[in-house]
């Protein structure tokens, strides 16, 4: 039987990957590329990690898995309170538990919110999470002691350290450049030493890793990266060294692919996907500014004015700290997110009343889209899409935002006080854009074929197809028949399977209605988020 | 495994929380001059960060298969979070907190 190997790139972009096949840092993947079939894969409405990946994973999008963002709002009575999201969250199945569930095994490394971990046939770690926390995020439980026997593995170079990783939106100092990514690199060896050695010594059906250090080191160093701005760049030697630095772990990665390849044999599939693109941004847009010179929200008076170019503040509990709830009614409460959230009236709470609503939506986003700059008079905010269910009165996820917006160079609006709404970065970072990478090549793959932007909702579908299995109707995606070989599609058609799946009692239809107990609860463990720092 | 909260003495209840914490630290390769006993301190003792308090409330969540404890008596004080918080005062808070909780 064939195996299959799927290889998430978070951020990849062909705005990179092309230059460096060209210039020979990935020859492996211009070989698989040009065996196989490829083309854009558009991500979710927000091109984010949280929901991009756990799209990929379940073919459903952020309004059936109902993850949108690192973390969630909760309003009650006293304020409004972030928690982070996690696998119990999600609210449908993923690829993993849907092949183990059809008999095949399964190896998943490093994908976001996979913690606290649902039971596979077969092997089981969370990414983004600290290496002291990465035993409870491991399935088997005895993997991670499997782990720590490895001479060649570090437990402690798999974890995240939450504290390097912010320095991703909130800077990093010269000095530390090297290091940062030499750390990224590291992390991203460590999952690859550990993923061989699984290989070779229990392979499975379908063996999956990500690799994060690719969109760290494209946030901070896209202008060493981007062809179009490396000459400016790179204009002494030492940039030209941290260019260097940052090309190399490319290379690294195309290096990795073909070993875990060569391991997976000659009969192998190999699914390579990315969780969204990647671009240059120019200027930080500071949405909660504009939210309070347009009368939509107030300031709390310790509130103090940003003036280094932060996305958010140190602390996640001075996200909310920041804002005086009694007179908000339009908010934004994490830059990842891209949203704005409106306070509805319920409980005697002050806020927007559901017959104001749809108004009240309707008017802020014309103003958001009629908002210019003030010197170069661009449109600022390229979309504000609004929650079309909510407004028509249909169901919506409690934590689904009103309103999600795109900014005119791709990136994430700043929710700090300004004495701005739009200031430009003093040098160009990356961030996020919604075309990332598919690329698919193997026995029934497509040869040459470049294909025409695909979903991320499809990824799902095509992993279950490619291991023969039956792909539940409930799922969004489609499998993409153009990246297959005819003689490969007719000997294994799509086979859709008519059978609901079982029902999860975390699926959101089926929630009781919340206790009063349990949203006292559920209030006490938000707030001690504050204690996140 | 979970248990029911019910069934606990306070003793009990100490050992199980003691048991959650080194289950939580034991990869954490931690110089303790002594075992984690009820008058250990969770930043000072046991390192802990904001992450770790996270993880920990979770942790014992699972553990007592409970939802609905009101934390925030453990960790806010008059209106600010405790600096420090000592093993036998998560047991005493849970001693009090377990028999109202909501299993789920």
């Known amino acids: ?533 | 495994m979970t248990t029911t909260p019910l069934s606990y003495s306070p003793e009990e209840l100490s050992a199980q929380v003691i048991a959650v914490l080194n289950e939580l630290t034991m990869d954490w390769e931690l110089d303790l001059e002594e075992d984690i006993g009820p008058s250990t301190r969770l930043i000072d003792d046991l390192a802990f960060e904001s992450i770790d308090i996270v993880r920990f409330v979770v942790a014992l969540e699972q553990h007592f298969n409970c939802k609905g404890l009101p934390f925030e008596k453990l960790f806010m004080r008059d209106g600010d979070y405790v600096d420090e918080l000592r093993v036998n005062e998560v047991v005493e808070f849970l001693n009090e907190s377990l028999p109202t909780a909501h299993s789920s």
């Open chain 1, 1 to 533: 039987m064939k195996k299959l190997l799927m290889i998430g790139l978070d951020g990849a972009t062909y705005a990179l990957l092309k230059p460096l096949i060209a210039d020979g840092y990935m020859p492996f993947l211009g070989k698989v590329m040009a065996e196989g079939a490829y083309g854009e894969l558009m991500s979710t409405p927000n091109p984010l990690t949280p929901p991009g990946w756990i799209s990929t994973v379940t073919g459903c999008s952020p309004d059936v898995h109902g993850i949108y963002d690192f973390l969630r709002p909760e309003s009650t009575e006293a304020g409004v309170f972030l928690k982070v999201n996690d696998s119990r969250d999600i609210l449908c199945d993923t690829v993993w538990t849907l092949a183990s569930r059809q008999g095949k095994r399964v190896t998943t490394l490093n994908f976001y919110g996979m913690s606290p971990p649902v039971e596979v046939d077969g092997y089981l770690i969370s990414g983004f999470i600290p290496w002291r926390h990465l035993r409870s995020a491991t399935f088997p439980e005895s993997l991670f002691d499997t782990v720590k026997s490895l001479p060649n593995v570090d437990i402690k170079k798999l974890g995240m350290d939450i504290g390097e990783e912010k320095k991703c939106i909130q800077g990093l100092p010269e000095e530390e450049y090297e290091d940062w990514i030499h750390l990224q690199s590291e992390r991203d060896a460590a999952w690859t030493e550990l993923l061989s050695h699984l290989m070779e010594h229990d392979p499975t059906d379908l063996t999956a890793i990500v690799y994060d250090g690719t969109d760290k080191i494209q946030h901070l160093f896209w202008r060493y990266l981007d062809p179009s701005l490396v000459e400016e760049t790179t204009a002494i030697p030492w940039d030209t060294h941290i260019r260097e630095l940052c090309l190399n772990s490319y290379r690294q990665i195309d290096q990795s692919i073909e070993r875990l390849v060569a391991i997976s044999g000659p009969d192998t599939h190999l699914v390579i996907t990315s969780d969204h693109g990647f671009g240059p941004t120019h200027e930080v847009v500071y949405v909660n500014e504009w939210l309070a010179r347009n009368g939509y929200l107030s300031w709390t008076a310790q509130t103090i004015v940003d003036n280094t170019s932060k996305l958010t503040a140190d602390r996640i509990k001075d996200h909310t700290l920041m804002i005086d709830w009694e007179h908000t009614l339009a908010y934004s409460l994490t830059p990842s997110s891209n949203a704005i959230y409106v306070k509805q009236a319920k409980d005697g709470t002050q806020g927007v009343s559901p017959e104001e609503y749809p108004d009240f939506c309707r008017t802020l986003q014309q103003k958001l889209l009629d908002y210019r700059h003030p010197i170069d008079g661009g449109q600022v905010f390229a979309k504000a899409d609004l929650n079309e269910n909510r407004l028509a009165g249909k169901p919506s996820l409690e934590h689904a935002p009103d309103i999600t917006l795109g900014l005119r160079d791709g990136g994430f609006v700043s929710i700090l006080r300004s004495a701005e709404v739009v200031k430009t970065r003093d040098k160009v970072d990356g961030t996020h854009r919604p075309n990332g990478v598919f690329i698919a090549w193997g026995p029934d793959i497509a040869s040459g074929k470049h294909l025409e932007p695909l979903s991320i909702l499809d990824v799902t579908p095509m992993l279950l197809h490619l291991m023969g299995l039956e792909i539940p109707k409930e799922i969004e995606g489609r499998v993409p028949v153009e990246a297959l070989k005819a003689e490969a599609l007719s000997a294994n058609p799509v086979k859709i399977s008519e059978m609901v799946q079982p029902a999860k009692p975390k699926a959101a239809a089926d929630r009781p209605e919340i206790s009063e107990d349990e949203k006292d609860a559920l209030m006490a463990q938000l707030k001690l988020l504050g204690y996140m720092d």
